[in-house]
C-alpha cells in the first residue's frame, strides 16, 4: 500500500501484489485472522471486529467470484454467499463482509 492506499485494477479489485501485501499485513497483526477459502480476489483489507484484526471482503467481488469459479448464476451465488459466507460465524476472528454503498 502506499501512502496508506490500496492499490485497485481497472476493475476496481485489487491487484494480486497487493492482496498479498494486505494479507501479510493482517497476518503480522493477527496470526489467528481467518481467510475465507477461495476468495483471495475479494479481499479489500484488515478491519476490527470487537477490537480484533479481522479480514475485510467486497461481497459484490465475492458473488462474482462463486459466479466465475463455480458457474453459478446471479442468483445462485447471491443465495449461496449470504447463507454459507457473510452468515457464517466461524469465532472471533470472522472477516467482515462489505457491501458497497
Not at 467481488?61 to 443465495?79: L, P, Q, R, T
Amino acid at each position: 500500500m502506499q501512502g496508506g492506499r490500496i492499490r485497485r485494477n481497472i476493475y476496481g479489485c485489487i491487484a494480486w501484489g497487493e492482496m498479498r501485501k494486505v494479507t501479510g499485513r493482517l497476518i503480522e497483526v493477527n496470526p489467528e485472522a481467518m481467510l475465507a477459502d477461495g476468495l483471495d480476489k475479494a479481499i479489500i483489507g484488515v478491519g476490527s471486529r470487537n477490537g480484533n484484526k479481522v479480514a475485510v471482503y467486497s461481497s459484490e467481488k465475492c458473488i462474482e467470484v462463486f459466479m466465475e469459479n463455480d458457474g453459478m448464476s446471479y442468483e445462485d451465488a447471491m443465495e449461496y454467499f449470504t447463507f454459507n459466507t457473510e452468515g457464517a460465524y466461524v469465532g472471533k476472528y470472522t472477516p467482515i463482509f462489505k457491501w458497497n454503498d
